[in-house]
């Protein structure tokens, strides 16, 4: 069994920072790629990063480029998203997903794990 577990979510003032935990649990030694998407009310859930469960490839979508900075940590088996700079427009439920293989990195629909999400709310 997988567990995911998302922390760090709140309401910040745009051009302020948080930063997203994402521990993992139970068979994580399957792993390839552990990855964070985000879901805007009333819109499609989109990818955000995602780094291998090595740590050594990591990729961004355009949205977080020089913003964000995914990471994680091997002892821990934790998953974290700095972000910096935030715009209200980054106002959304951030979720964490694993995936067991390689493929799409960008469709959520190849990820096999997923946790309940964290609400992340930038204010103007």
């Known amino acids: 069994q997988v567990q995911l577990v998302e922390s760090g979510g709140g309401l910040v003032q745009a051009g302020g920072s948080l930063r997203l935990s994402c521990a993992a649990s139970?068979?994580?030694?399957?792993?390839?790629?552990l990855g964070w998407f985000r879901q805007a009310l009333g819109k499609e859930r989109e990818f955000v990063a995602a780094?291998?469960?090595?740590?050594?490839?990591?990729a961004y979508a355009d949205s977080g480029k020089g913003r964000f900075t995914i990471s994680r940590d091997n002892v821990k088996n934790t998953a974290y998203l700095q972000m910096n700079s935030l715009k209200p427009e980054d106002t959304a439920v951030y979720y964490c997903?694993?995936?067991?293989?390689?493929?799409?990195?960008?469709?959520?629909?190849?990820?096999?794990?997923w946790g309940q999400g964290t609400q992340v709310t930038v204010s103007s």
């Open positions: 997903a694993a995936r067991l293989r390689a493929g799409d990195l960008y469709r959520a629909g190849t990820y096999d794990y």
């Open positions: 139970g068979r994580t030694w399957n792993f390839y790629f």
């Open positions: 780094i291998s469960w090595s740590g050594s490839s990591t």
